[in-house]
């Protein structure tokens, strides 16, 4: 379970990303935020691994505390949580299952990542994650090779390596085009299903957050502003949540619709 | 196209900066300084021009190269060494200090950025540590180790290894600095260390600019043996000296000529290895 107790943020320069945030998610659940940009979503992601370091308040991961953990308790923590990034973050310039063996650094010394002598069990589980995403037949291409659709799926591999506990995603389709996004976002649906990961993903199109997010929670200039269904979010709560009428810009379109009765 | 509304949202031309032509002025008035009599070193066009004859029968002897001097740089047997002579010797200095000095040049260059350093004291002192090697040249370098272990190829080694690692830990670092982070915050967040960052997120970014900084290093290094043979350091330096005294500049020609084949056949690797690298 992830809790938020009285979580700020406050960047140098005076922004605060994080007013005083109190949120429960439970194990398993497919959270999804909304807000626009700026609202708080990255940071609100990024505390829970500790990416972004609070500046008040506490963010508690199974039990552990985020804020007063030492170097080598956030790597462990880290250990369990995957993240997925918006511009996914492959190295390039190396194979994708390279890419995806990164997931099982964690469990691997530091000599054998030096030389690259993965053990055959890590290579097996990378290759395991590719299969999920259904992208193990291009393990051994060089990853600039590959579409963005394909790139973000490597990231999810990637996060799926680690055998995590948690999910985050920042943003994942923000990059993409809708049917290459639906297809990534119900992949990210499936994986929380099938193997109960807490999964937390950051969207801007609400459309997409009402189709796939479990439970939605709105953000406005780092404080909460909504927390309930996607089922239950209509124009009026999102209205809310933006603070302002929406616009054809804020919904990613018809695939939504037709994904939805997919579904 | 109605300018009257846009014209109050286009924002006014913002005033050029004086930095750059004032930049240029002090530039040229230092330069015409040094080159003055009074207070420079007096660079005189007409001495250059009338003193042109001599250079021409260096240069007419330098187009005119004496072949029969290569045996003098290079001898070839059946039995092993199967090559030896200066010019080897001067490969052979070069391909050492290159595989040495580039090799530790690799962990200096990830303390010495931004970007991978454990902190920024770590930064401050590599870079500090690394002026100053590069400060000092390769024939000081020279001269200091042929005073402290005698003279021969060794201390020509030493002083390419200790200039290697000032070149490649430099340009490499800068690099490293300018890497994709995204690859970065990708490794941290997956729970691994440091050292395992640096391997798979950073490191299959710079590669190829590393070979290639470790090639123009081989590069160097072999022309550095020129200087390096003056002082009693090795390789064929000592030979074009000797020759130098000769006034034989049909002799100096061949070596200028075989150091050029050298320099060329490592630019062609080079750009071989980059194309199959990137």
């Given at each position: ?8 943020v406050t960047?140098p320069?005076?922004v ?7 949120l ?7 959270l999804?935020?909304v807000?626009l940009?700026?609202a708080?979503?990255s ?6 691994n500790g990416?972004?370091?609070?500046t ?20 462990e923590?880290r ?10 973050n492959l190295?390039?310039?190396t194979?994708v299952?390279?890419n995806?063996?990164m997931?099982r650094l964690?469990?691997?010394?530091t000599?054998r ?19 999920r995403?259904?992208i193990?037949e ?5 990853a600039s090779?590959?579409?963005?659709g394909q ?7 990637r996060?799926?390596?680690q055998?995590?506990?948690i999910l985050l ?17 119900r ?16 969207l ?8 796939y997010?479990?439970?939605?929670v ?17 124009e ?8 302002r ?9 018809k ?5 939805a009765?997919?579904? | 196209?109605?300018?009257a509304?846009t ?9 050029r ?10 530039f040229?008035v230092?330069?015409?300084l ?11 066009i007409g001495g ?8 021409r029968v ?6 005119d190269p004496?072949w ?17 002579g200066?010019l080897?010797e001067?490969f ?12 530790v040049?690799l962990?200096?260059?990830f ?9 920024r ?11 100053v ?7 000081l370098?020279?001269i ?8 021969g ?8 290894i ?6 490649v ?9 300018a ?8 490794a941290?967040?997956?729970?691994g260390?440091?050292t395992?960052?640096v391997?798979?997120a ?14 123009y290093?081989f590069?160097l290094?072999v022309?550095?043996s020129?200087v ?5 350091a ?5 030979l074009?000296n000797?020759?130098r005294?000769?006034g034989?500049w049909?002799?100096?020609s ?8 050298i320099v060329?056949?490592i ?12």
């Amino acid at each position: 379970m992830i809790r938020f107790e009285k979580a700020s943020v406050t960047y140098p320069g005076g922004v605060h990303a994080l007013k005083d945030l109190d949120l429960e998610i439970p194990d398993g659940q497919m959270l999804v935020t909304v807000g626009l940009s700026g609202a708080g979503k990255s940071t609100l992601i990024r505390a829970i691994n500790g990416l972004v370091p609070l500046t008040s308040g506490d963010v508690i991961v199974d039990g552990v505390s985020v804020r007063g953990a030492s170097t080598k308790q956030l790597r462990e923590l880290r250990s369990h949580i995957g993240m997925i990034f918006q511009t996914f973050n492959l190295v390039k310039r190396t194979s994708v299952l390279n890419n995806v063996l990164m997931g099982r650094l964690h469990t691997t010394s530091t000599w054998r990542s030096l030389l690259g002598w993965y053990r055959p069990e890590d290579v097996e589980i990378a290759m395991q994650a590719l299969e999920r995403v259904d992208i193990v037949e291009k393990a051994y291409v060089r990853a600039s090779n590959l579409s963005g659709g394909q790139q973000q799926r490597v990231g999810i591999a990637r996060a799926l390596a680690q055998e995590p506990t948690i999910l985050l995603a920042d943003e994942p389709v923000a990059s993409l085009d809708p049917p290459t996004s639906h297809v990534v976002m119900r992949d990210l649906q499936r994986i929380n299903r099938e193997l109960g990961i807490t999964t937390i993903v950051n969207l801007h199109f609400l459309d997409l957050a009402k189709v796939y997010g479990e439970r939605i929670v709105g953000l406005r200039a780092g404080e909460l502003v909504y927390d309930g269904t996607g089922a239950a979010a209509d124009e009026g709560v999102f209205r809310d949540i933006y603070g302002r009428s929406l616009t054809a810009d804020d919904m990613m379109g018809k695939p939504a619709a037709e994904a939805a009765a997919g579904v | 196209m109605s300018t009257a509304t846009t014209a109050g949202r286009r924002p006014a031309k913002p005033r050029r900066s004086l930095a750059v032509p004032v930049g240029i002025g002090i530039f040229v008035v230092i330069t015409l300084l040094s080159v003055s009599d009074q207070w420079g070193i007096g660079l005189d066009i007409g001495g250059i021009i009338e003193d042109l004859g001599n250079g021409r029968v260096i240069l007419e002897q330098l187009l005119d190269p004496n072949w029969d001097f290569i045996p003098r740089t290079i001898q070839f047997s059946a039995q092993p060494p199967f090559v030896t002579g200066p010019l080897v010797e001067t490969f052979q200095m070069a391909i050492v200090a290159a595989f040495i000095g580039c090799l530790v040049a690799l962990p200096v260059a990830f303390f010495a950025s931004r970007t991978t350093a454990p902190s920024r004291p770590t930064v401050v002192i590599s870079r500090g540590i690394l002026s100053v090697v590069r400060a000092i040249p390769d024939i000081l370098y020279a001269i200091i180790f042929v005073a402290a272990v005698g003279i021969g190829p060794l201390p020509g080694i030493m002083a390419l290894i200790f200039f290697n690692i000032g070149v490649v830990a430099k340009l490499l670092s800068e690099t490293v600095d300018a890497v994709d982070e995204g690859p970065i915050e990708a490794a941290d967040a997956g729970g691994g260390n440091r050292t395992q960052m640096v391997r798979w997120a950073v490191l299959p970014q710079v590669l190829p600019n590393y070979v290639a900084y470790s090639l123009y290093a081989f590069e160097l290094n072999v022309r550095a043996s020129t200087v390096l043979g003056l002082v009693g350091a090795g390789g064929i330096g000592f030979l074009l000296n000797v020759q130098r005294g000769f006034g034989a500049w049909s002799n100096i020609s061949v070596i200028i000529i075989e150091l050029f084949v050298i320099v060329f056949v490592i630019e062609l690797i080079s750009i071989r290895l980059r194309r199959r690298l990137v």
